[in-house]
Nanobody
């Protein structure tokens, strides 16, 4: 089981930026595809972005963040990042990362995952 620790959240004004980080405790990080998810108050958790196993790998984004958020990974640091620009109040949520060897599961079966980190709170407010 991969342990994941998210960080980098905070309070930011609309239009601002944040960079989230997630460190994985595993010796075979390169065998995992990675994803970021978020859960806003009173709402279901949703997929935000995914990245395939290799550095610079293929990425996918939910439509609401396309052009504003960028997911990336550093396999040497066992880390995945989410650069968030032009933040909006509706981006307010707890953000989580997760990992799976199969990208399809991160895209289509993540709602069956039972292991999640503590997440990091992002609040966008004036």
């Amino acid at each position: 089981q991969v342990q994941l620790v998210e960080s980098g959240g905070g309070l930011v004004q609309p239009g601002g930026s944040l960079r989230l980080s997630c460190v994985a405790s595993t010796s075979d990080f390169t065998t995992y595809a990675l994803g970021w998810y978020r859960q806003a108050p009173g709402k279901q958790r949703e997929l935000v972005a995914t990245i395939s196993r290799r550095s610079g790998g293929s990425t996918k984004y939910v439509d609401s963040v396309k052009g504003r958020f960028t997911i990336s990974r550093d396999n040497a640091k066992n880390s995945v990042y989410l650069q968030m620009n032009a933040l909006k109040p509706e981006d307010t949520a707890v953000y989580y990362c997760n990992a799976d060897p199969i990208l399809h599961r991160l895209l289509e079966e993540w709602d069956t995952f039972t292991s999640w980190g503590q997440g990091t709170q992002v609040t966008v407010s004036a």
